[in-house]
């Protein structure tokens, strides 16, 4: 539950928002938002005016923005005199001291007895940390393996705001990746939460991911497969380079090109292309091959 504060009695909290104490959660939401956004540290660098005020109307929200805290809240300014002279001499030599209206909190608020009730400090409410939040991203391949200095939007209880964040080199999807400082701000002079940057990268037409290496298939022909060939092969952002497939190259076999797969490797796997179609000569060729080919791929299996 709720427990009223020393500030309660100080300030007030409709006030400082602007709004009627008889205003919506939906009023006082947007009061808040309006003011938070005008306010807020990161378009006021340096002013120390501005920041205190952000403070200052944070820590009003985070009393009547809360219905069970605005509840008590206003129960304890329903005190009215009481409130008034809070620490001091009220009106018509009216006095009550922090004690004495312990006290009399306690048994307003059903507890009775002497002293402060459960929670309500003498002290200023403590600082407290600001919520962390998060925010999805969703990257092009190749930025994803080189990096990308790139702008988020956020629109969280504080109003939209815009964060650049540096996405280093090899981030995959899933990857969660930490801004910290750059989630809501804090209450009452608290420190900032942490931004979560959740990453999905999109899918490539031609290169694939293997850890920090990337994959690409290549079609080879059969005489290329049988006799070796020099090939031409993409890369993700250095241009074509030259490969060799030596002969005997069985479908499926991998080859590395050192430093071609961004911060890694390119893995190029060699795939045998068979035609679906063959035109007499060709067909002639693959039947004068075979009939010179005495032994079979398949004596290993008994059969």
Not at 192 to 202: A, E, M, Q, S, Y
């Amino acid at each position: 539950m709720a427990e009223p504060q020393r500030e309660w009695f100080e300030k007030d909290f409709y006030k400082v928002l602007g709004v009627a104490e008889n205003a919506s959660d939906k009023d006082i939401t947007r009061a808040y938002r309006k003011l938070a956004r005008e306010l807020h540290p990161d378009k006021n660098p340096g002013d120390t005016a501005a920041e205190e005020r952000f403070k200052e109307v944070s820590a009003a929200y985070d009393v009547v923005g809360d219905d069970e805290k605005r509840k008590r809240y206003d129960e304890v300014r329903r005190l009215g005199p009481m409130a008034s002279g809070f620490g001091g001499d009220g009106p018509g030599g009216f006095n009550v001291g922090f004690d004495d209206l312990s006290d009399l909190l306690g048994g307003f608020f059903g507890r009775g007895g002497g002293g402060n009730p459960p929670g309500f400090r003498s002290t200023q409410q403590r600082p407290q940390r600001g919520d962390d939040l998060e925010a999805d991203l969703a990257l092009d391949f190749e930025d994803a393996v080189n990096g990308i200095e790139t702008t988020i939007h956020l629109n969280g209880g504080e109003g939209p705001r815009d964060i650049k964040a540096r996405i280093p080199a090899g981030v995959t999807t899933g990857k969660k990746i930490r801004l910290k400082g750059r989630g809501s701000s804090g209450r009452l002079g608290g420190p900032p939460g942490d931004l979560f940057i959740k990453v999905t990268v999109r899918d490539h037409h031609l290169f694939g991911r293997a850890g920090n290496d990337l994959t690409l298939d290549v079609p080879i022909t059969f005489a290329e497969a049988t006799l070796g060939a020099d090939i031409s092969v993409p890369t993700l952002d250095a241009g074509p380079v030259k490969m060799r497939i030596p002969p005997g190259t069985s479908s499926g076999k991998t080859f590395r090109l050192r430093g071609k797969g961004g911060s890694g490797d390119l893995l190029v796997t060699a795939v045998v292309a068979v035609p679906e179609a063959l035109s007499e000569e060709q067909k002639a060729a693959v039947e004068a091959f075979a009939a010179a080919s005495d032994d079979s791929p398949r004596t290993h299996l008994g059969v």
